[in-house]
């Protein structure tokens, strides 16, 4: 049996109907504006990003995506369930956190690991966002595992986003998954003891904000 590797949590993802939607929840409920990001043309989907990092989780930020209008479509699903119709029901009511992302050294070993463990995470894809490269796990149909409780795979090229992120004045405080996996494979920080697949608590300029993955955000 593969030994599990060591995983470092690399980011939350927050879902929108709009990028601008998404924009407009952060001013509100996170008490900032993010302007970092921009398009991801192979899945046909852009986003916003800023800094969450802490003593708990260096090097980790927040990422607002939402499907670009101004892009073709891609002919694969895009990841994240943005394409699914009850995901897409409930953006139209309001942006929520659907998934987070673990950072490895090997993503193909880990990969395999976690396919051992039962957890199907999907394949490697090489994927870029202006000078960012890295190759992270997507489904062939776009579905996040676990309901988003297990995480998505991501391995960096040279350069990570946090690199050049401003300090945003959010902090991730917590992050806890409802996930039926061996607890090796969960990042060092994250608690598997949630009952909803997903719950990330930050300390915001507006207090303590907790986000729940499967309700809407503010709920």
């Given at each position: 049996m593969n030994t599990a590797p060591r995983?470092?949590?690399?980011?939350?993802?927050?879902?929108?109907?709009?990028?601008?939607?998404?924009?407009s929840w952060c001013e509100r409920l996170l008490g900032l504006s993010p302007t970092a990001g921009g398009q991801h043309v192979f899945m046909g989907?852009?986003?916003?990003?800023?800094?969450?990092?802490?003593?708990?989780?260096?090097?980790?930020?927040?990422?607002i995506i939402a499907i670009d209008p101004t892009l073709t479509a891609p002919?694969?699903?895009?990841?994240?369930?943005?394409d699914d119709a009850d995901m897409q029901?409930?953006?139209?009511?309001?942006?929520?956190?659907?998934?987070w992302v673990a950072r490895c050294a090997d993503i193909g070993a880990t990969r395999a690991a976690?396919?051992?463990?039962?957890?199907?995470?999907?394949?490697?894809?090489?994927?870029?966002?202006?000078?960012l490269r890295w190759r992270i796990t997507v489904r062939s149909d776009g579905r996040r595992m676990l309901a988003g409780a297990a995480p998505a795979l991501i391995e960096w090229g040279d350069a990570h986003p946090t690199d050049n992120l401003p300090a945003s004045g959010v902090h991730l405080d917590a992050l806890s998954v409802a996930a039926p996996m061996r607890t090796g494979f969960l990042?060092?920080?994250v608690l598997a003891d949630a009952l909803v697949p997903l719950t990330a608590v930050l300390t915001t300029?507006?207090?303590s904000v907790t986000l729940t993955a499967g309700l809407l955000a503010g709920d």
């Open positions: 995983l470092e949590l690399d980011h939350l993802v927050v879902a929108a109907a709009s990028l601008d939607e998404g924009v989907t852009h986003n916003r990003v800023f800094s969450v990092s802490s003593s708990a989780f260096p090097r980790c930020y927040l990422e002919a694969h699903a895009r990841w994240f369930d943005l029901q409930r953006l139209k009511r309001r942006p929520q956190l659907v998934h976690m396919v051992e463990a039962g957890v199907d995470c999907g394949e490697v894809m090489q994927a870029e966002r202006g000078a990042p060092g920080g300029a507006n207090g």
